[in-house]
C-alpha cells in the first residue's frame, strides 16, 4: 500500500508564504510525476504545478512568479513554496503522485487526503 502524507498547510494573510510538503511511502519501486493540485468550494479541481522525475516543472499560469515546485526524489517528497499569496489561492491543496508499486507493476494514480490552504485580505 501507498500513502501520501502532507503538511504545511494554514491560515495566512495575503502577502505571506508557506511551504507545503508531501511525502510518498509504502510499496514503492519508483515515482514519475509529482504534482499539486487544489479545489475550492463548489469549484473543479485544478492543477497548480507539477514536476517530473528529471525536475521539469510546469504551472498554473495564475501561480507562476510566486510558486515552485521542488522533489527530493531520495526521500520521495514534494514540495510546493507559495509566495506572494492572494485570497484566490484558499483551497484545499492536494499532492499527486504516479507510482509503480514494488509488486504487483504497474503505474498508479495515489492522492493525498488534502491540506487546508486559507489566505486572508
Known amino acids: 500500500q501507498v500513502h501520501l502524507v502532507e503538511s504545511g498547510g494554514g491560515l495566512v494573510q495575503a502577502g505571506g508564504s508557506l511551504r507545503l510538503s508531501c511525502a510518498a511511502s509504502?510499496?514503492?519501486?519508483?515515482?514519475?510525476?509529482m504534482g499539486w493540485y487544489r479545489q475550492a468550494p463548489g469549484n473543479q479541481r485544478e492543477l497548480v504545478a507539477a514536476i517530473t522525475r528529471g525536475g521539469g516543472t510546469n504551472y498554473a499560469d495564475s501561480v507562476k512568479g510566486r510558486f515552485t515546485i521542488s522533489r527530493d526524489n531520495a526521500k520521495n517528497t514534494v514540495y510546493l513554496q507559495m509566495n506572494s499569496l492572494k485570497p484566490e489561492d484558499t483551497g484545499v491543496y492536494y499532492c499527486n503522485a504516479g507510482v509503480v508499486p514494488t509488486t504487483p507493476r504497474g503505474l498508479y494514480d495515489y492522492w493525498g487526503q488534502g491540506t487546508q490552504v486559507t489566505v486572508s485580505s
Open positions: 509504502g510499496n514503492i519501486f519508483s515515482i514519475n510525476g
